[in-house]
């Protein structure tokens, strides 16, 4: 049986299988069939309905079950809704374990929720140490480009104030008002 | 890999996992099942056997049949709302599940299953049997079920397709 103790494990698996099955745009094909349409449909559903005050019920739901430590934190305002991954549980388990399938497990967050907010009539702002540090800001399309800065949403929780964040954005992957996994910054 | 000193090869920071996995591991099977075929779906299973659980199955090779019962007794633990029975034989280990957690789960979250949601257990588990030097049979489905892994001198009669059944709505 394949269980959900490991389920980090296997699901980075499945996106090494995919490619090699159909290329990169059966990866994508599948975060966005698959996860955002069928799997998260529950989140879907509440993120289109409700919006921001949606997210907050999903996010504030699945991270809690997912990382009872609470290694994130969420900040929301009329205007954004954002997470700060001081300790992302899912990228964690795999760094813990060793498990390494696929070249950028980190996509499959913006593979299947970039399409999800899109639908809803939201962009993200995103950037990903790949070492389990991350942070998320979601805005109603059509907002002003640009990242706020460091502090501006989260306050002291913003993730990029970690001394351990890097200071070269080569470092980094990045996106800004996006909704497509590979709409990665230069 | 990072191998634990238990049974299981990943460890984690929580007790078990979240149930709502379970969602995932279902869109995956309907996923690959629709767009690329029962074939394809078969091969994915017995890849992931072979190779994702390759740590298990050479724990399996090494440790024999009470390292196999040790796995699915720690396997089940992890997994919230399972209630398993693992019983051990000379010959055999039977993992008797009184109540599957991911069918469970996905019930009570009323979504649709695919049928052939048992028969991944089939498949993964003979993928994963042949490279420890084990057979696997399975019986049952839908939500309660046996599996059993043996030793090839158990000589277990061949696998019926007929006693994996189908998930019914």
């Known amino acids: ?186 | 890999m990072n191998p634990s000193a238990g049974p299981l090869p990943y460890t984690d920071t929580k007790p078990q996992g979240s149930a709502d996995f379970y969602y995932a591991i279902n869109a995956t099977f309907r996923y690959i099942l629709t767009k690329l075929g029962r074939e394809a779906w078969a091969a994915y299973l017995q890849e992931m056997g072979r190779g994702y659980f390759a740590p298990v199955n050479t724990a399996w090779r090494t440790g024999g049949l009470p390292a196999v019962a040790r796995y699915w007794r720690a396997f089940f633990a992890a997994e919230p709302g399972a209630v398993v029975a693992v019983t051990e034989q000379p010959d055999r280990v039977e993992i008797h599940v009184h109540e599957c957690p991911a069918l469970k789960h996905l019930r009570a979250g009323g979504r649709e299953i695919v049928r052939e949601y048992c028969r991944h257990c089939h498949i993964l588990g003979t993928a994963r049997a042949a490279a420890a030097g084990l057979e696997m049979r399975l019986r049952g489905g839908n939500g309660s079920c046996c599996h059993t892994y043996a030793l090839p001198s158990a000589a277990l009669p061949p696998q019926e397709p007929a006693a994996i059944a189908e998930v019914t709505p």
Request: proline share 6%; net charge negative.
């Open chain 1, 1 to 186: 049986m394949i269980g959900c103790y490991d389920f980090c494990g296997h699901y980075e698996w499945t996106f090494g299988w995919l490619e090699r099955a159909g290329g990169h745009a059966q990866v994508r094909d599948y975060w966005n069939e698959a996860i955002n349409h069928d799997s998260q449909r529950h989140a879907r559903d509440l993120i289109r309905g409700e919006g921001i005050p949606g997210m907050l019920k999903y996010w504030g739901h699945t991270l809690l079950e997912e990382s009872p430590d609470l290694g994130f934190h969420i900040s929301h305002r009329a205007d954004v809704f954002r997470i700060d991954f001081h300790d992302c549980p899912s990228r964690g388990f795999l760094l813990r374990n060793g498990i390494h399938h696929y070249r950028d497990y980190c996509d499959h967050c913006m593979g299947w929720t970039g399409p999800m907010l899109c639908e809803a009539g939201y962009v993200i702002d995103h950037e990903h140490n790949h070492r389990g540090q991350c942070w998320w800001e979601m805005r109603p399309a059509g907002a002003p480009g640009g990242h706020a800065a460091p502090g501006s949403v989260a306050g002291d929780k913003d993730v990029r104030l970690r001394p351990d964040w890097p200071r070269d954005p080569a470092q980094l992957d990045r996106y800004e008002k996006a909704n497509d996994p590979d709409e990665k910054l230069p």
